[in-house]
Structure formats: C-alpha cells, structure tokens
C-alpha cells in the first residue's frame, strides 16, 4: 500500500505540464457574470463588456437585478433567453467565432447594450 503512493504522486506531476499546455492553446474554460440593472439611472447591463477568447467554452451566468423580466440575445451567436426577476440563467456557449458581438434585452428596445469581444 505504501508503494502506491509516490507513483501516484510522480503520475500528478508528469501530467501537470499537460494541463498546462492545453490551457495555452486557448481551449479554456471562461466564467463570465453579466446582469441587468440599473446602469446611470436607465436600464442596461452590468458589466458592459464580457470578454473571453476564441475557443473558449463560456460558461455565463445572466442575473436580473431589476423588478421586471428582462431579455438576454447575443447576436451572432443564437442566444435569445429570458430571464426573471432576481433569478439567473445559466448559458453555456462554445466561442467558436472571434469579433464583436452585440448583447441587447429583445423585450425593451431602450434597454441599454452590452458587448461580447471574443478575441
Ligand atoms: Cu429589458
């Protein structure tokens, strides 16, 4: 039983350069937060840029802050969610397309922008 052990630690420590090359290649996993709110007194989202890189898988979690039930779309990327008062959705989206997305609530047209910058 004892013998186990250091062979178990050398196998940890042989993958670990492994791990991170593949996290240099840019195939990482990306948590992201965005929620609508109250953005200089008008309704927007907070933050205003969510910014991962190519490849990624973004995993999103969508809050809703405000008193009414409001929309989440990226363009370009086929998410078109809503989300309810003091709840949040999660999305989950591989980022296989580099740019500038634009994020917007389909529900108010005067809900104020966001962006998605996949580099
Ligand atoms: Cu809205």
Redesign the pocket.
Known sequence: MKRTLPRRTAALVAAAPLVLMLGACGHANAHRSIT?TLVSGA?GYFPVNIIANKEDTLFLNVGNGTE?V??FTIEGYQVAKTVDPNQTLKVKLHLGRAGTFKIF?Q??PA?QTATLIVR
Request: proline share 0%.
């Open positions: 609508s309704t009414k409001h929309g609530c529900l108010h809900h």
